[in-house]
């Protein structure tokens, strides 16, 4: 989907989304029910603020060594007889999970939600290479039925009204069921139920893992991770570098403003700690597991302008509460990860060039900073993303040009009183009422929703001289 | 007590109005008023867009111009926390210049933080009436942390009611070059802020930001709505007549 969808630019599928009646509909109801459960959640928690401080602290500690914090993660799963390995790029990470695949004999593999492996499309290469992946979370479910990529990192399937579930699963499952979840998820269970006993290999991601203990931690609320992680013979966790911490006591921190900041949960009803392979005398568990540690463009950030986009827990909050996302939803952003965050992610992923435009879909209101467990500066970035777009020329040359005159204007009063003189002549023949509401060119974009006072009169610079002597 | 007007770009050309009752709100409370001359915008617009090198030469000659003063005030939240945040670091490279940026910084104040804190001003006498309600700017919110001192001047005015705007604290969909570079988008923040305003029935939707203002304002007037967009100094300084 994202290449064909990205020939359309950004600004045409974010007009696109504003006209779909179902998304806002779905946008609107799923946004303002989290943003509502996360606020009440931390209202009702004197420590949250300090547990926030504590944990960006650690992220930032952590990224200081993650070179040896990696190596001990590595270090002690391998001590428990799980394997290592390490990828470069995403390509890596996906050549790796196939070739395990083709000398494991693996047709099928569960998958628990995992943005990871969407962010390296790993179920596409799964399939051209004819192992049959299953998304077993219940949002993952249904988009993949849609043939749909996650639109929300949280809750992939967020652009669904329940009444399209319903029509989804009536059409691909045979059968006529009622938009009702409760009905919806029931059916969804019974078709995944026989899928975990089948598979072959189980795929994850990571939330955490734990460098002292060599433990995976994975947040979920159906249980379906659990599943995956046991049921099949082969464990396989894709973890981008960035999310080892250094102990428990780290995890602790993290797992109390986790859930809290993406779904107002106190605990997310399931966290699984994997702590290696199973073990001799155990009867549950894989018999393999593998940790794939991915960088794919991160390790490179640590020294860049985008070293605060890996402290993110990849909790959701920051879309829920941005104006943008709720308005235009997270399919048109035309990346993995969408929202405030995900224009930083996308950069850190694939480069400035790629989010010429999304570096411009946030009105920069701070909200998304307000709730960030870890704190990042979500808008600062963003600016300064746009500033490398200007200094590298990413920046179309006419903006840049129409900048430059700006900043002249603004350099020079003699300049700016001229531009004043000629902004009062040029909008003459069109105020109306002591009203703008109609301009041309470039000022039409304002206009075409919005009146605009004119300029006035007299300013408030020569009214002075009337008022200065009191 | 001196202060002198940042007055802002928009301030300055759009609603000189503001501009104006703001010197005559400040005169009532026996601060003495002055207009540094040769002024024009903050920068905001080139920083926000990515133009910094830019936005640091504007910073530089407003720094310059606000030397004198004893405090600058101005009638905008994002204006003054472009000052007050992010001058220092545009000018870090020149030690003197920084030092300079940093006092100003120091010493600029958004309007009602300025009544509030600085000259301790609780209730002002104002022949205004009606009902309003308040939108909270985001810079002036979550940038200088400010949402009690706005609703307090507006409290203390003895014929206004206020009433709490739903969902005061999300943004109008303004956010400078945003609102003509997404134009679609930024309509569809307004009209749910607009719907909230209207929910509200009160006559004056009041605010501290000549951005939120302009757009708000912008889409009530297009809306034919009763509702008017006033800044706070409209209320605290009516104009005779109104």
């Known amino acids: 989907m994202s290449d064909a969808h990205l020939e359309t630019p950004f600004p045409e599928r974010a007009h696109a989304a504003l006209g779909d009646a179902h998304l806002q509909e779905a946008l609107t109801i799923a946004t303002t029910k989290f943003i509502g459960l996360r606020k009440e959640s931390f209202e009702g928690y004197p420590d949250g603020e300090a547990l926030r401080d504590r944990a960006r602290a650690i992220k930032e500690a952590t990224l200081q060594g993650l070179d040896q914090h990696l190596e001990r993660l590595a270090d002690n799963i391998e001590r428990l007889g799980g394997h290592v390995h390490w990828a470069a790029t995403g390509e890596e990470a996906r050549d790796i999970i196939l070739r395990l695949c083709r000398d494991k004999g693996v047709r099928m593999a569960v998958k628990s939600k995992s943005m990871a492996t969407e962010e390296i499309e790993l179920n596409e290469a799964l399939e051209a290479a004819g ?44 059968g006529r069921f009622e938009a009702d979840p409760e009905v919806l998820t029931a059916v969804a269970r019974k078709e995944l139920r026989q899928k975990f006993l089948e598979a072959d290999m189980g795929i994850t991601g990571a939330n955490f893992a734990v460098a002292e203990t060599g433990t995976i931690v994975l947040v979920t609320n159906e249980g379906n991770g659990r599943m995956v992680t046991s049921l099949p013979r082969i464990h396989v966790a894709v973890m981008g570098m960035e999310k080892v911490i250094p102990t428990m006591t780290d995890l602790m921190v993290f797992l109390s403003i986790l859930a809290r900041s993406a779904t107002g949960q106190k605990l997310s009803s399931y966290t699984t700690l994997v702590r290696g392979p199973r073990q001799p005398g155990e009867v549950e568990g894989p ?53 405030p965050i995900g224009i930083l992610l996308t950069a850190m992923l694939k ?19 307000d709730v ?86 007299r300013t408030f610079s020569e009214r002075w001289k009337e008022i200065e002597r009191p | 007590m001196k202060a002198s007007i940042m007055i802002t770009c928009l301030g300055d050309l759009l609603f000189p109005d503001v501009g104006v009752a703001m010197v005559k709100l400040l005169r009532r409370l026996r601060v003495t008023v002055d207009f540094p001359p040769g002024q024009t915008c ?131 969909g303004f956010g400078g070059s945003f609102s003509v570079r997404l134009p679609d988008v930024s309509t569809a923040v307004l009209n749910k802020k607009l719907a909230n305003v209207e929910s509200t029935g009160a006559a004056c939707l009041v605010a501290c930001d000549a951005g939120c203002l302009m757009q708000m304002g912008g889409g009530l007037s297009r809306r034919g709505s009763r509702v008017r967009a006033v800044h706070l100094a409209q209320v605290l300084e009516p104009e005779e007549g109104e």
């Open chain 2, 42 to 172: 903050c920068g905001m617009p080139l920083f926000n867009s990515g133009y910094h090198h830019d936005a640091a030469l504007v910073a530089a000659r407003t720094v310059k111009l606000f030397e004198r003063a004893e405090h600058v005030v101005v009638p905008s939240g994002s204006c003054a926390w472009m000052v007050k945040t992010e001058y220092p670091g545009l000018l870090k490279d020149d030690p003197a210049l920084k030092a300079q940026a940093e006092a100003l910084a120091a010493k600029t104040y958004e309007l009602s933080q300025f009544l509030v804190n600085v000259l301790g001003v609780t209730s002002i006498d104002s022949p205004f009436q009606g009902r309003v309600t308040y939108h909270d700017s985001c810079h002036l919110l979550r940038g200088l942390g400010e949402s009690r001192n706005p609703r307090a001047l507006l409290r203390g005015v003895k014929g206004c009611e206020l009433v709490e705007l739903p969902g005061s604290d999300e943004c109008c």
């Open chain 1, 351 to 369: 480069g400035n060039a790629a989010v010429k435009d999304l570096a411009h879909a946030s009105s920069l209101c701070g909200a998304c900073k």
């Open chain 1, 372 to 457: 960030c467990p870890v704190r990042i500066d979500i808008p600062r970035m963003l600016v300064e993303l746009r500033e490398h777009l200007d200094r590298e020329k990413i920046a179309p040359w006419g903006e840049r040009m129409l900048f430059g005159l700006a900043r002249r204007a603004m350099a020079s009063p003699g300049l700016f009183d001229a531009g004043v003189r000629l902004g009062r002549m040029a909008q003459r023949p069109f105020v109306r009422d002591g009203k703008l509401r109609t301009l041309p060119l470039f000022f039409g974009k304002w206009t075409r929703t919005r009146d605009l006072p004119p300029v006035a009169a």
């Open chain 1, 287 to 339: 018999e393999e597991l593998h940790l794939i540690l991915m960088d794919n463009g991160r390790t490179r950030q640590i020294a860049g302008t985008l070293r605060e986009a890996l402290y993110c827990l990849r909790c959701g909050a920051c879309l829920n509460v941005c104006p943008v996302y709720r308005q235009i939803g997270g399919h048109a952003y035309g990346y993995t990860y969408p929202g």
């Open chain 1, 131 to 174: 192992v049959k992946p299953v998304e077993t979370d219940l949002g993952e479910y249904i988009i993949q039925l849609a043939h749909e990529k996650p639109s929300h990192i949280i809750a992939p399937a967020i652009h669904k009204t329940k009444g399209q579930v319903a029509d989804l699963f009536s059409k691909e499952l045979g």
